[in-house]
């Protein structure tokens, strides 16, 4: 190794942890951070973060207090509209800021699975960490989809400061502005089940390899209750996969009704967006402004960028989860062919084969429709449908 990347290797990990810190304020300050986040570098190795969520009544306050004012503004800059149109906004808005007082409220949740992550690293042995893949990518996706979304509502504040805008956009604008916290949360939690997935696969295959040859190394570190080294790895292994199980159980169970809203709220977005994106062009008619054109393109690239973050993640954690089942039984089957005259041994392979089978992961929204890559490829074929309707029976 060069001294060049000797001395990038040692600044990068303070580097990262500068830049998530310096977004976590940002996000906060925009309102979408209603908890407190500790982030420090892991003590196992230093390109690696630990991250410890909390309660925090003041941050819950200011992000309500954000929302109320950034709408009861919207309101106000409307008053000149008829007394309809303004009370049906202004319900509306309401409506919205009780979404975010209600989102405030059952932060603890989300805050209970994030820090329950959080002790999966801490339960589960050292030697697992070797096998988490490079997190690079995940955090410069992270950090490229949070800061789209800080111009988008930078982009969203201009249009109600400059622009003269019709109700109908402040009120996807306004409503947007509630789930792009969610849709980034939910994807960050995504993420992170993926990668350590991946690690007990990595583990797995490594255990199978190791015993299946009968070589006297340990790949995890183990109980000394247990009778052998082959029979320890696998208890670490089912251990660690039912942790990380129950994480993804709550996961689903707590996001399923808000996605169903979130989902129904971009596809709303996506396709006003995309018509007045492409309208001018195919209508022969210019757009109400530049900036207003600009802004309705922002939208659709900003909700389709995160749309595909989503369902290409979600797809991902769950080939993870069919890998893990097929490399279980590939692995169970080589180790009792090693071990014949283990009865211990085949029946914890036995039984983990077992439950390997019988338990899967599906993300879903309320068992409406499934979230992996086909959520995105329906909304474009949705979005492309609307559309041609729209600009046919436009009057």
Partial sequence: MSAFNRVLSKIKPTFDLIILRIFKEVLFLFGLAPFSVKISESPVERSKFVFKFSQSRNRC????????????????????????????FAAI????????FIYCYYSQQLIAIG?????????????????YHCEDATL???????????????????????????????????????????WIQYIMIIILLKNRLSALNAALMKIGNADAKRKTISVLSFDA?????????????????????AIAYSVEEFYSLPVVVAVIECCCIVVYSGYYTIGPFILSEPP???????????????????????SINVNKLIEEVRIFTRETIIV?????????????????LIDFSYESLNR?????????????????????????????IALQYKP
Wanted: with cysteine; proline share 2%; net charge positive.
């Fill in 93 to 100: 808005h309401g409506a919205t800021a009780t979404i975010n």
């Fill in 140 to 182: 410069q996706m992270i950090i490229v989809t949070t800061a789209a979304t800080i111009v988008w509502l930078i982009d969203s504040v201009l249009v109600v400061i400059k622009s003269d805008y019709p109700m109908d956009t402040a009120l996807l604008m306004t409503v947007g502005l509630s789930y792009n916290c969610f």
């Fill in 115 to 131: 820090n329950r992550l959080a002790e999966y690293d801490r339960a589960v042995p050292m030697a697992l960490s070797r096998f």
């Fill in 225 to 245: 209750s247990c009778e052998s080294r082959t029979e320890r790895n696998i208890v670490v292994i089912r251990k660690a996969r039912n942790i990380l199980y």
């Fill in 288 to 310: 109400a402004t530049p900036f207003l054109f600009y802004n309705y393109a922002c939208w659709g690239i900003e909700y389709l960028w995160i749309l595909a973050c989503f």
């Fill in 360 to 388: 899967q992961m599906n993300f879903t929204a309320c068992k409406m429709f499934p979230l992996d890559c086909s959520l995105l490829l329906s909304i474009l074929s949705m979005m492309g449908t609307y559309m041609v």
């Fill in 332 to 348: 169970v089957y080589d180790i009792m062919e090693t071990y014949d005259d283990k009865k211990s041994i085949k029946s914890s």
């Fill in 61 to 88: 306050a200011y992000n309500i207090i954000v929302g109320v004012l950034f709408t009861s503004y919207i309101v106000w800059k409307k008053n000149n509209s008829n007394w309809i149109n303004t009370a049906l």
